[in-house]
């Protein structure tokens, strides 16, 4: 047993934290002392606590390890040596633990049976009130829960411990276990989050905390954990009955089948989540962050900038996303020009006036105009625009475009936003430009001709090294929102219409569009129309936070999507600026519908007997692949 532990905590010791502007997050042993040790005293136990948290990964982090957009139909990392890149190209394998997203599950269990042990020994420290203990008790049961669904949603039913901490010197029958079904995951992970959130020992909301504390979970943090888990577990994959034929009979060795939800209960289920969102939006106290003068392209940047802002229930405080600032960045400006936004994102923003420019795809990949929206790919603007982020001789494409396109992309001719960098300086992506191929370039530049600027700190210096720190967003109000208007349209869609548009329309506004049934814009017809309408308004709300990769795999159609070519503008054609506006094909991916739940490690497989593979795995091997 004591062999077993000590694992435990050198694996939670050992696991990378990031730098953190919070105290609590850079709280980290100095060295592995005995768990008796540990647990007797104060910094000991808040130091093994602080690396729990370590465990969390930021939803948006330039890194070859996080990166979930880059593997969706919205972000190209651009270098090919990143597993990444790999992974879109295919080579997704059981055996390839090696590739970090692939091994997430040796990431969490680690993370998982930490807070176990940290549940079953705080109540040992004689230095800590009864109150802190409570509180740090029910922080780790709560991360353990977040742990427990990271899994779920990446690989579909998984076997839960619950409390039980396996003795390291445990036969291998022993720690043979199979897989809950995705009711029991669901239903652990939810009931969980309820009893934490009922014992009241949490710190309620970030207002109730001191600036040492932020990154703690809170009462809030773990009501939107729930509400998240509820939307999941009523989604279409889970379902039998609605699910791919491919994930309907997966099935424990036993026979038992792991995708037991059904029809039935189904719009129970819908309302739950809709009651769970409800209860965030009626009692939390936040709401949808607003500039001082309410602008909207301010106030949509500012939920990103701006710590702990109104909007914000849960955030990673880790200050240090100057990778992030740097991956944002043209290589002509000091900058690595690493995070590349396909044209399949940049169709996906809005006008001006609220209509969607792009409605669907011919077969050959061009694109089905929306008549009423403005949009136009031919020619050029002839005046400063769009506020004034539109300078003469931009692309129309990019034009009359809506504020949130503006605060996230960065297109060609636009004025860089750096206010430290080569600040005002015009972008260009053709080759040649300063942020386009160059002549000695094979692979290592931005292949699709735009880069991500929604996290992109302007006062962040990548030229001098001077940083200025931010907050990751993990939870906030607007995506509340969305799950909101989401479930109760699937509850009932002519019941729920007012509500649904009100809560759709508070995105909208502040987004500085139109909302549906304003300004001539048509209210969606049906629950169809109305599921399509939040669909896309999720998509760019949440764009880049690592909501759409998840989105598409529990409504069962990531392989619709993120399978097959990706394109962006014409960034080869050595002829430069006048060649570069054309849509071009810059990379066919791999998606199989058997990536919607990712596989299990290989070495796990072999070990557990009782623990069957995701359907379509068991015959893929690295060794079929070429690199």
């Keep these: 047993m004591k062999r077993f532990i000590t694992k435990i905590l050198l694996g939670a010791l050992l696991i990378t934290s990031y730098t953190s502007c919070s105290d609590f997050f850079n709280n980290e042993p100095d060295n592995i002392e005995t768990l008796d040790n540990v647990f007797a005293h104060r910094e000991g136990t808040l130091k093994f606590l602080s690396n729990i948290y370590s465990y969390i990964r930021p939803p948006y982090r330039w890194s070859n390890e996080t990166l979930w957009a880059g593997v969706s139909d919205e972000i190209d990392v651009t270098y090919a040596d990143y597993e990444i890149s790999k992974i879109n190209l295919g080579m997704l394998a059981p055996d390839r633990e090696g590739l970090y997203y692939g091994n ?7 993370g998982i049976r930490a807070a176990t042990l940290f549940m079953n020994r705080v109540n040992e420290n004689v230095e800590l009130s009864q109150e802190e203990i409570d509180q740090y008790h029910d922080e780790a049961r709560a991360l353990r829960a977040w742990f427990y669904f990271c899994l779920i949603r990446q690989y579909g039913p998984v076997p839960i411990l619950s409390d039980q901490l396996i003795d390291g010197d445990a036969t291998v029958e022993e720690m043979n276990m199979s ?19 009922e014992n009241g020992k949490l710190l309620n909301s970030n207002a109730s905390m001191s600036n040492l504390d932020y990154g703690r979970f ?38 038992t089948y792991l995708m037991d ?25 936040l709401q949808l962050h607003y500039s001082k003068n309410r602008d909207a392209y301010e106030s949509y940047r500012e939920v990103f900038m701006e710590d702990w802002n109104d909007e914000i229930i849960y955030a990673i405080p880790d200050g240090s996303f100057w990778e992030m600032d740097l991956a944002s960045t043209p290589h002509g400006f000091n900058g690595w020009n690493g995070w590349g936004v396909t044209q399949e994102m940049v169709d996906a923003y809005f006008m001006a006036n609220g209509e969607a420019p792009i409605l669907g795809y011919n077969a050959d990949g061009s694109p089905i105009i929306n008549p009423k929206s403005g949009y136009s790919e031919s020619g050029f603007s002839t005046s400063s625009g769009d506020n004034g982020h539109t300078e003469s001789g931009t692309y129309l494409m990019y ?5 949130r396109f503006y605060a996230s992309i960065t297109f060609e001719n636009m004025k860089w936003i750096s206010k430290v960098n080569h600040s005002g300086e015009k972008v260009h992506f053709y080759y040649g430009g300063n942020a386009g191929r160059t002549l000695t370039e094979t692979r290592n530049y931005c292949q699709t001709g735009y880069l991500c600027a929604k996290f992109l700190n302007p006062n962040t210096n990548v030229a001098t090294g001077n940083n200025d720190p931010h907050a990751a967003v993990v939870f906030r109000l607007g995506e509340v929102y969305l799950n909101y208007v989401e479930a109760l349209n699937e509850v009932n ?13 508070q995105i909208r506004e502040r987004a500085g569009i139109p909302g549906y049934g304003e300004q001539g814009l048509a209210v969606p017809a049906n629950q169809e129309e109305m599921r399509e309408a939040i669909r896309r308004e999720r998509r760019v709300e949440l764009a880049f936070e690592e909501a759409r990769y998840f989105d598409c795999c529990r409504w069962a159609i990531a392989h619709k999507y993120f399978d097959g070519p990706k394109h962006g503008m014409n960034v080869n054609d050595p002829a430069g600026e006048s060649a570069f506006f054309k849509r071009t094909v810059f990379e066919t991916r791999v998606f199989p519908e058997r990536n919607i739940l990712w596989p299990i490690p290989l070495s796990d497989i072999y070990k557990a007997s009782k623990l069957v593979q995701n359907p379509d795995w068991s015959t893929v091997s690295s060794t079929d692949m070429e690199e």
């Design 104 to 110: 997430l599950w040796s990431h969490y269990y680690p």
């Design 179 to 197: 897989r809950a079904t995705i009711s029991t995951c669901f239903n652990y992970v939810i009931n969980e989050l309820t009893e934490v959130i």
């Design 218 to 255: 809170t009462k809030l943090t773990c009501m939107a954990i729930r509400a998240r888990a509820l939307l999941y577990a009523a989604s279409d994959l889970y379902n039998r009955d609605k699910t791919t034929p491919l994930f309907r009979e997966l099935k424990n060795n036993d026979g």
């Design 261 to 285: 939800y059904t029809n039935n209960g189904a719009t129970e289920r819908w309302q739950k989540a809709a009651d769970a969102a409800l209860e965030i939006i009626t009692t939390s106290g």
């Design 399 to 403: 034009c009359g475009r809506e504020p």
């Design 493 to 505: 869609y002519t019941t729920n219409l007012s509500t649904i548009l009100f809560y759709l329309n």
